[in-house]
């Protein structure tokens, strides 16, 4: 059973979740005694990583028409190059881009899609995987029966793992309907910042508690030395004392750190649905009955105006 993972770029770079998603396929292949192939659209500086992790041949796309991300001409690219390579598995990194992507494919292939798939497939029984759902408060397990299969893993599903092979890049000019570039984008405006919510190992976040925007050097003080992206609770958004593209919950951003930190955050369900997939989550709360600790793996009581300067001087200090 061959496999084709879609591989994702930012800024010319391959994203990470895509190199995770590269090494979640190349289990498959190796389990099914497939090859392993990717697709990459455009000039990425790191193509080179694909073979690194498993890619035995690298379907690029040049087509300048792809500067444009049109979600219908993209997944016809990725159908054409299964069909093409007589590819039955399709894997993807969960972005937003491929969650437009997963049902298009999933049509033009006549595939079942899984989404939000947090482990590797379990053969055992045919082809089980895993999926959250409930926004996290729950797993299901999914029995795909059908030959055709489009899986969306979410970020931290597997460890990334070196495994080199060949990467022979190849060009590949995908056979596109009349539909394809069909929507044109007037403008763009992306996200700002150091380290982006989407991409980020680590967050730091703050809530209300931090009483104003004018505090906020607290949050960015310590994502700084952590390398970390920064976030906000809704109502920080909603005050304008934040960007909205920083708000984190199930209206905003979901994010899957491998370590979540939460500063004055009081811990709304609807913050917790959106880092439940946190590997590990801090809470910094001064109120001990704050619902955050419910959802934190670990948790300081305290006010965080003399907490997070410390533990800020403490990793400097480390480091």
């Given at each position: 059973m061959s496999v084709l993972v879609f591989l994702e770029s930012s800024d010319s770079q391959i994203k990470k979740s895509s190199i995770e998603a590269l090494?979640?396929?190349r289990s498959i292949a190796a389990k099914t005694g497939g090859a392993l192939l990717a697709l990459v659209v455009g000039e990425v500086s790191n193509i080179s990583e694909a073979a690194a992790y498993g890619a035995e041949k690298v379907l690029q796309i040049t087509d300048a028409r792809f500067a444009q991300t049109d979600a219908q001409a993209y997944s016809e690219a990725i159908a054409d190059a299964a069909k093409q390579n007589s590819v039955h598995t399709m894997v993807l990194a969960k972005s937003s881009l491929t969650d437009s992507l997963t049902a298009k494919l999933a049509f033009l292939t006549y595939a079942t899609a899984a989404t939000n798939v947090v482990s590797l497939p379990d053969?055992?029984?045919?082809f089980v995987v895993k999926r959250s759902i409930f926004t996290g408060k729950a797993f299901e397990l999914v029995k795909i029966n059908s030959e055709n299969k489009v899986i969306s893993i979410k970020k931290n599903a597997v460890a990334i793992t070196e495994s080199a092979a060949a990467g022979e890049v190849v060009p590949f000019s995908p056979i596109l309907s009349d539909k394809a570039f069909s929507i044109k984008?007037?403008?763009?405006?992306?996200?700002?910042?150091?380290?982006?919510?989407?991409?980020?190992e680590i967050v730091v976040s703050g809530g209300r508690g931090l009483k104003g925007p004018e505090n906020w050097g607290l949050i960015t003080g310590l994502a700084k030395v952590l390398g970390a992206a920064t976030g906000c609770s809704k109502p920080v958004s909603d005050l304008n004392w934040r960007p909205h593209h920083e708000h984190v919950g199930q209206t905003g951003i979901k994010v899957s750190p491998n370590l979540y930190i939460a500063i004055?955050?009081?811990?709304a369900i609807q913050h917790v649905a959106g880092i439940s997939s946190s590997k590990v989550i801090v809470a910094i709360n001064k109120d001990a009955d704050a619902p955050i600790f419910k959802a934190a793996t670990y948790g300081i009581v305290g006010d965080a105006f003399e907490i997070v300067p410390k533990l800020t001087a403490a990793i400097k200090a480390a480091q």
């Open positions: 090494v979640y396929g053969f055992s029984n045919g984008t007037i403008s763009l405006e992306k996200a700002t910042g150091d380290v982006l919510l989407a991409d980020a004055g955050i009081s811990g």
